[in-house]
C-alpha cells in the first residue's frame, strides 16, 4: 500500500486450504529485505527482486515476493516458495504452521515453527531452526534440538527427529556480533511429562532460549527460562535487544518475557544474568502417578508474577458469584505459586497458559532506559482426565468436527484447560486483568502502573449486545505496546476495540480512538515521504478474547 494514502498497490493471495484444525490461522507477518543495504559492492544487484517482502503461510510455506510487484520471486526455492514440510517425515493434516514473520539477518532468512499443541503425544513435527539464503532460498544450516552440534544442512533422503520443542514466537539477531536469539517453547504434551526422558537432548531444550552463530548455526550459549515444564510455559515473545546500565558502563542486554512473569535481563554475548535471578523452591510431591516434578523454578528479580490468591481475594460482580468462585478455589489444588502440578480432580494455575506476557513482548526506549511492558492476570483451571488403554484415539471432552486440541491422542492422559471464572463468565481474580507499566532499567524500578482497556464493546454472556459502558476495570490485552523516541506509548490489544496513546513519562492517557475491529496486534511507526510520522495497527479482532472482528489496517499520522 501507499504509505501516506492507504492506497492499495498490490496484493498477493497465497491459496490454501482451510481447515478448523489449523490453529492461529490469523497470526502471521511479513519482513523486508533490500540487496542494496545488505550489499558490500561486490556483487551486482540483481534485475528483478532486489526488494524483497519474506513471509510464511499457516500451510508451512516460505514465499519470496518482489516488494515492488508482490508478484513470485522466480530464483528463489521453487518459483518463489520453499515447502517447509520437507526432511519432516510423515506429518499429520495441519499439524505443521508458521504463526510468526520469518527473521531477516544479513543474507538468511532463519525461521521456527509452530506444531498443533497436545492435539497427539506422539509423532509431532520437528522444531529445527532453519536458515535459509535470502536470496536462492538455498538451506544454509539447521539447528535440530534432538542433534544440536550438527548444523549442516540435512541430507535430502534424511528427517528431522519427531517430538521436539519447537520455537513459534518471533526471533531476533544481533548481526554485529554474528548472533541469532531462538526461544524454544514445550513440546508436546505440554502439561504431563510422564513419559519424558530427562537424558534426551531435547529435554535440554524445553523453554531454553538459545544463542546461535548467524553463519553456523552452532550453539553459542543457552538460558533456561524454566525447569521441567508442565504447565505450557512456552517462551511466546521476541526477545528484546539494547544496552542496559549507567553511561559508560553498558553492557549489550537482551530482554526475555515469559508467561510466568518474568523478565530475564541476560548479557546477549554470554547469556549470563545482568539482572540476578534466584532458583525457588516449589513442591515436588502430589500430581499424577510417573510425574517428575523440578525442585526449583527460576524467578528473575525483575518480575511481573502475579502475588498468590487466597479465598479471600476471590471477586464477583454480585456476593453470589463471589461466592461460587470461593467454593470453586477450595475444591481445586493451589500452591500458592505459579509451579502448581496439574492433577485429575483439578489445580488451579495463575497465571495460566496465556500468560502474564505473550506474542506481543515488550517494548524498550534504549535512551530513557525504559521498559514498557503489559502483563496480563488470569487463573485456569487444569483438569488431567486418564485416557483409556484400549482407545487411544477416543476424544474424551471434544466433540466430532472440532479441534481435538489437549486431547493428547496416543499419550496417558488427556488435559481440560477453563478459565477460573464465574457462571456469569467473569474471572474469579479481582481487576485489573491487564496493565501497563513503565520499568527504569537503570534501576529495575517500576515508575507506573495503569490500568488499561475498559468494560466497552465486552461480549459477555448475560448480554444479547456487547457491553455499552467503558468501566476502567483493566482488561486482557493480546498485543503488544509501541513507544516512540517523541515519548509516546501506542497500544491497542485490549477487548474494548481501542488504540490508545500514552505519556512514557507516567502512563497517562492522551489519546483513544475507537477501531472497527479489535487491534490485538503490535503497532509500527514509520516515516513517510512527506517528512511526517505515522503509527499504523491491523485491526483483525481475535476469536478467543471475543473481540469485533474486520479485516483493516488503519494508519494515523502526526502532523
Known amino acids: 500500500m501507499n504509505p501516506q494514502t492507504g492506497e492499495l498497490a498490490w496484493k498477493y493471495t497465497p491459496e490454501k486450504k482451510r481447515s478448523y484444525l489449523q490453529q492461529h490461522q490469523t497470526c502471521r507477518g511479513v519482513s523486508y529485505y533490500s540487496a542494496a543495504s545488505s550489499s558490500t559492492g561486490q556483487a551486482p544487484q540483481p534485475a528483478q527482486c532486489a526488494k524483497r517482502i519474506i513471509t510464511a503461510t499457516a500451510d508451512a510455506r516460505l514465499v519470496s515476493l518482489d516488494a515492488d510487484t508482490g508478484k513470485l520471486c522466480g530464483d528463489f526455492g521453487n518459483g518463489g516458495v520453499i515447502d517447509l514440510s520437507v526432511n519432516m517425515g510423515e506429518i499429520r493434516p495441519h499439524a505443521l504452521m508458521q504463526t510468526s514473520a520469518p527473521l531477516i539477518a544479513g543474507e538468511l532468512i532463519v525461521i521456527g515453527s509452530s506444531v498443533m499443541d497436545n492435539g497427539y503425544d506422539d509423532g509431532n513435527p520437528s522444531g529445527v531452526i532453519r536458515a535459509y539464503n535470502v536470496m536462492t532460498g538455498q538451506l544454509v544450516w539447521n539447528f535440530d534440538p534432538q542433534n544440536p552440534d550438527t548444523t549442516q544442512p540435512i541430507a535430502a533422503d534424511q528427517n528431522y527427529p519427531q517430538d521436539t520443542p519447537v520455537a513459534w514466537a518471533t526471533l531476533s539477531a544481533d548481526v554485529e556480533n554474528g548472533l541469532v536469539y531462538v526461544p524454544f517453547g514445550n513440546a508436546s504434551p505440554d502439561e504431563t511429562g510422564t513419559r519424558r526422558d530427562p537424558d534426551s537432548n531435547s529435554e535440554k531444550f524445553r523453554d531454553a532460549l538459545v544463542a546461535l552463530d548467524l553463519k553456523t548455526g552452532a550453539l553459542r550459549w543457552k538460558f533456561q527460562s524454566s525447569n521441567n515444564d508442565l ?51 516449589v513442591r515436588t510431591e502430589g500430581g499424577v502417578a510417573g510425574e517428575r516434578f523440578a525442585a526449583t523454578q527460576p524467578v528473575s528479580r525483575l518480575n511481573f508474577i502475579p502475588p498468590a490468591l487466597t479465598e479471600k481475594s476471590m471477586w464477583g460482580i454480585t456476593p453470589f458469584d463471589q461466592m461460587a468462585c470461593r467454593i470453586t478455589y477450595n475444591s481445586l489444588r493451589y500452591d500458592g505459586n505459579p509451579w502448581t502440578p496439574a492433577t485429575e480432580a483439578g489445580s488451579l494455575i495463575y497465571p495460566g497458559n496465556i500468560g502474564v506476557f505473550n506474542w506481543g513482548s515488550v517494548a524498550v526506549d534504549p535512551d530513557r532506559q525504559l521498559l514498557i511492558a503489559a502483563p496480563v492476570r488470569l487463573a485456569y483451571i487444569y483438569n488431567l482426565i486418564k485416557r483409556p488403554d484400549q482407545d487411544a484415539q477416543k476424544r474424551l471432552f471434544t466433540q466430532e468436527g472440532k479441534p481435538y486440541w489437549n486431547e493428547n491422542f496416543n499419550g496417558d492422559y488427556a488435559i481440560r484447560i477453563s478459565r477460573f471464572a464465574s457462571s456469569l463468565a467473569i474471572p474469579c481474580t479481582a481487576p485489573p486483568w491487564g496493565t501497563l507499566a513503565g520499568v527504569d532499567l537503570a534501576t529495575g524500578k517500576t515508575e507506573w502502573t495503569r490500568r488499561v482497556g475498559t468494560t466497552k464493546n465486552l461480549k459477555t454472556s448475560f448480554m444479547q449486545e456487547r457491553f455499552p459502558i467503558g468501566f476502567p476495570m483493566g482488561m486482557v490485552a493480546h498485543g503488544g505496546p509501541l513507544v516512540t523516541a517523541g515519548g509516546l506509548v501506542f497500544h491497542g490489544a485490549t477487548a474494548d476495540n481501542f488504540f490508545r496513546a500514552y505519556d512514557v513519562n507516567n502512563g497517562d492517557v492522551l489519546w483513544e480512538y475507537g477501531l472497527p475491529a479489535g487491534g490485538q496486534a503490535t503497532p509500527s511507526t514509520y516515516t513517510g515521504s512527506d517528512g511526517k510520522q505515522y503509527v499504523i495497527i491491523a485491526a483483525g479482532g481475535h476469536g478467543s478474547l471475543g473481540t469485533t472482528l474486520g479485516d483493516s489496517v488503519i494508519a494515523f499520522r502526526h502532523d
Do not use: Y
Open 231 to 281: 504447565w505450557d510455559r512456552d517462551n511466546p515473545s521476541q526477545p528484546s535487544l539494547l544496552a542496559v546500565g549507567k553511561d559508560g558502563n553498558r553492557q549489550p542486554a537482551l530482554l526475555l518475557p515469559t508467561k510466568v512473569g518474568n523478565i530475564f535481563v541476560l548479557n546477549r554475548l554470554t547469556g549470563e544474568p545482568i539482572v540476578h535471578v534466584d532458583q525457588v523452591s
